[in-house]
């Protein structure tokens, strides 16, 4: 028996994806620990995507949310190469069955109409269902006048329905316009990432716009930029602290104080009594 192979006998057995190294601070982290808290790299702190039902959990009271419009589907209108198997990936590797989550549920007991993206669907793309499904959303809060929520994770416009997914944000807009003139609040939470129309559509309309640290909100990607203009970028550009210095963001919040904070916003728009140690300070 050689050297090698006596060494890796004695060498403990352990299991895949046990341990990993953060993609930020590189440091080894126990992913059991990872996943136990809301996915914050215990060492530095870098928020890891959360699904859209991670999402929900982390932000609605528990078993508070109802589904709406859960099993709209989009077609292949431009009979794009792989657009149907490349939705029936997304859809077993989710188990979603499109890129945002919409319905109702409580935050701190405040009804809410909340719609959650999913990056790992298609990179949260938005194509006509997404639209459709925030829009619907957003029609719902208009009429019920539940404050809305939207939580984005999106690589912008889906190429497979181009112009199709293009309108989205005029349409998504244009039904936000008319939550405003009715005065139902809308808080627009952005995480990493938010890009392209979604970022230039309601993404960016909140009442309040909120961001997960060091997310990266855009419109075009930094690579592209700096091969458009052939210069080097500022520091931290694109990222929510860079964004909430210039004026794009309200606040920049992080993950484990976002229900609270989305909660105390929700009752300062909605002109309702301050709860817990709030009331008492
Ligand atoms: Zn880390």
Known sequence: ???????????????????????SCEEIIYTKTL????????????????????????????????????????????????????????????KEYEAVVT???????????????????????????VGEK?????????????????????????MQESIIGLMQMAKTSAALYR?????VPYISLLTNPTTGGTTASYASLGDVNIAEPKALICFAGPRVIKQTIRQELPEGFQTAEFLLEHGLLDMV??????????????????????AGPEAAA
């Open 1 to 23: 028996m050689s050297i090698l192979s006596r060494i890796r006998r004695r060498r403990p057995v352990i299991p895949d994806g046990l341990w990993m190294k953060c993609q």
């Open 35 to 94: 996943y136990e808290g809301n996915k914050l790299c215990p060492k530095c702190g870098y928020h890891y995507p959360l699904s859209a039902r991670e999402r929900i959990a982390l932000l609605c009271d528990e078993g508070s949310f109802v589904e709406r419009d859960a099993y709209l589907i989009p077609l292949d209108p431009l009979q794009f190469p792989e657009y149907l198997d490349k939705q029936e990936k997304s859809r077993s590797k989710t």
């Open 103 to 129: 319905g109702v549920g409580r935050i701190e007991g405040i009804a809410t109409a909340i719609g959650v993206m999913d990056f790992g669907y298609i990179g949260g793309t938005m194509g006509s269902v």
């Open 134 to 158: 925030v829009t619907r959303l957003i029609e719902h809060a208009c009429t019920e006048r539940l404050p809305l929520l939207v939580v984005s994770a999106s690589g912008g416009v889906r």
């Open 179 to 183: 939550l405003r003139q009715a005065r």
């Open 253 to 274: 919040v992080p993950r484990p104080e976002l229900k609270a904070t989305i909660a105390r916003l929700l009752r300062y728009l909605l002109n309702l009594p301050v």
